[in-house]
């Protein structure tokens, strides 16, 4: 049974009215900020509410799998052959059809929170984990030499809770890994360079499919990459 409640403490924004206020105003509320300056807010964890009919994406990876849900998707063996790499699947594929909506989430979201977006990952990198398997291993993104600086956003497609979710720590260093509790319609923005992060066994009864990016505040425009 799904836990929506997060162990973690959570910034939550969403697009509805002024984000930057909104975001200061909880920033200063959680006492995470002084004298205004929200440097060290901005990378904390932030949990995102986004309008899934606007930011179409699961419904978009439900036409392409040929799936009505994709929490079932380990039940499908042809979904479960074509699809077994973050970079090499069906929806990495079929991006062309939702690079639009993924560009304008980024420029709605991420630069209405950061200012201005210097790079950013495109396309994100898609993410199964089925059923009785693992997704990841347990690592911070220095580890394989991602740049301080550059952020995660993780957007899962289904709701997530327990053994299909993504495991975080707390702060960096801390070592308590618990699972991020999500609905569908929301995103996670972490500090993956130095937060350690990772997945387990999925014994739960649904699959899990995702996509995640980077991106790296700083002087625009905006530019994609591919990481
Ligand atoms: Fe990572």
């Avoid at 957007?155 to 707390?170: A, C, F, H, K």
Wanted: proline share 5%.
């Amino acid at each position: 049974m799904p836990l929506f409640s997060s162990t973690i403490p959570y910034l939550k924004i969403s697009l509805n009215g002024d984000i930057r206020s909104y975001f200061k105003n909880l920033v200063l509320a959680n006492g995470e900020c002084e004298n205004g300056n929200t440097s060290n807010a901005l990378m904390t964890k932030i949990l995102l509410d986004y309008d899934i009919q606007r930011y179409n994406f699961h419904d978009w990876a439900r036409n392409v799998l040929g799936t009505k849900e994709l929490e079932n998707a380990h039940c499908s063996r042809n979904i479960k052959n074509l699809n077994r790499s973050p970079t090499v699947n069906q929806l990495a594929e079929s991006f062309s059809d939702i690079s639009e909506k993924y560009h304008s989430l980024i420029s709605d979201f991420l630069s209405e929170i950061y200012g201005e977006i210097s790079t950013y990952q495109s396309p994100p990198s898609f993410r199964f984990h089925y059923i009785g398997l693992g997704c990841s291993i347990f690592h911070s993104d220095r580890d394989f030499g991602v740049e301080q600086g550059r952020m995660n956003v993780w957007v899962p497609l289904t709701d997530v809770w327990g053994s299909n979710s993504l495991w975080i720590e707390s702060e960096e260093g801390a070592g308590d890994y618990a699972p991020v509790s999500m609905h569908l319609g929301q995103a996670l923005i972490f500090d993956g360079v130095n937060i350690g992060h990772g997945s387990k066994i999925n014994t739960t009864s649904a699959s899990r499919i995702s996509f995640d990016f980077r991106f790296e505040p700083g002087p625009g425009p905006a530019t994609p990459t591919s990481y």
